[in-house]
């Protein structure tokens, strides 16, 4: 069964060049929200690929292969992340 993945992503505050994301995925059923996620250098990639882009994130907090999923992203264009915890 493919696991539906939503990002936010925001260009970091504090480096422009950086992206942060938040992640939010329902495994097994249960909803849950990821801490706020770096993406060092990968803001010129921010409209890219999102397996490419994302996937390597993806994979390490759900434990499942990108493929797996379906990944769509939510572009925070006013203010970041600061809040998510």
């Known amino acids: 069964m493919i696991m539906k993945v939503l990002i ?3 260009v970091d505050p504090d480096c422009e060049s950086d ?7 329902q495994p097994g059923g249960v909803a849950r929200a990821s801490s706020i996620v770096t993406l060092k ?3 010129h ?3 890219g690929n999102p397996y490419l882009v994302y ?3 993806v994979e390490a907090w759900l434990g ?3 493929f ?3 990944i769509s992203i939510f572009d925070c264009r006013s203010g970041d992340l600061a ?3």
């Open 83 to 85: 809040g998510w915890v």
């Open 19 to 25: 992206l942060q994301i938040v992640m939010v995925a």
């Open 55 to 57: 996937g390597n994130a």
């Open 41 to 43: 250098g990968e803001e």
């Open 68 to 70: 797996d999923t379906s």
């Open 64 to 66: 499942c292969d990108k």
């Open 45 to 47: 990639c921010r409209s």
């Open 8 to 10: 936010m992503v925001a």
